[in-house]
């Protein structure tokens, strides 16, 4: 249990940095943590088609979670969202 939390912790934070890097304030920490996650695959997937290596990551039980690359993830991610949800006035 204390894992899940803890990659529920680090998801939040990589996603808040990477949506306060693009400017998405549309959310809180639900979508934070969303975003992380995703951000992590989407990173991952980055990283590994560039041949970029792991700067920072984080093993728990086998998981493992890179942090550099889920903030740059994140970023990506929150900017072609907010390409496609339209703005409040």
Do not use: H
Request: glycine content about 14%.
């Amino acid at each position: 249990m204390f894992e899940i939390l803890l990659l529920l912790l680090i998801a939040g934070i990589t996603g808040g940095i990477g949506r306060s890097l693009v400017g998405f304030k549309r959310g809180g920490c639900i979508i934070s943590i969303v975003v992380g996650f995703i951000g992590a695959y989407i990173g991952t997937i980055l990283a590994r088609q560039f041949n970029f290596p792991d700067f920072l990551s984080f093993e728990i039980r086998g998981i493992n979670y890179p942090i550099i690359w889920s903030i740059v993830g994140a970023a990506v991610f929150t900017a072609v969202l907010s390409l496609i949800v339209p703005k409040k006035n």
